[in-house]
Nanobody
Framework: QVQLVASGGGSVQAGGSLRLSCTVS????????MGWFRQSPGKEREGVSC????????YYVDSVKGRYTISRDNAKNTVYLQMNSLEPEETAMYHC????????????????????????WGQGTQVTVSS
């Protein structure tokens, strides 16, 4: 059974930073591209950033480019998201998920990330940014 355990969230003021971690078990971690997603109450889940199995190729939604950095440690089955210059509208529950093959990148200039069908969205980690 695939388990996704996200941590590192918290409450920060606008302009602050957080580093999220997500440890994955139940699958061959380095076989999968991984992505971070976020969801605020009343809004649809949004893909934020993703990276390939090796971590060499990274992708970001426009709103976070230059402020977020995604990385992974395959030896630890963990994916990270460093978030800087946080803004109040980025308050959300953040989750990670393994992605479909070719489920991460840019299409017609727009970011996309597609989670695998078997993902179960766990509890995530809450990020709250106050103004």
């Amino acid at each position: 059974q695939v388990q996704l355990v996200a941590s590192g969230g918290g409450s920060v003021q606008a302009g602050g930073s957080l580093r999220l971690s997500c440890t994955v078990s139940g699958l061959n971690f380095d076989d999968y591209a991984m992505g971070w997603f976020r969801q605020s109450p009343g809004k649809e889940r949004e893909g934020v950033s993703c990276l390939g199995w090796s971590g060499t190729s990274t992708y970001y939604v426009d709103s976070v480019k230059g402020r977020y950095t995604i990385s992974r440690d395959n030896a630890k089955n963990t994916v990270y998201l460093q978030m800087n210059s946080l803004e109040p509208e980025e308050t959300a529950m953040y989750h990670c998920a393994p992605l479909l093959p070719v489920g991460c990148g840019y299409r017609n200039g727009h970011y996309y990330s597609t989670p695998v069908d078997f993902v179960k969205w766990g509890q995530g980690t809450q990020v709250t940014v106050s103004s």
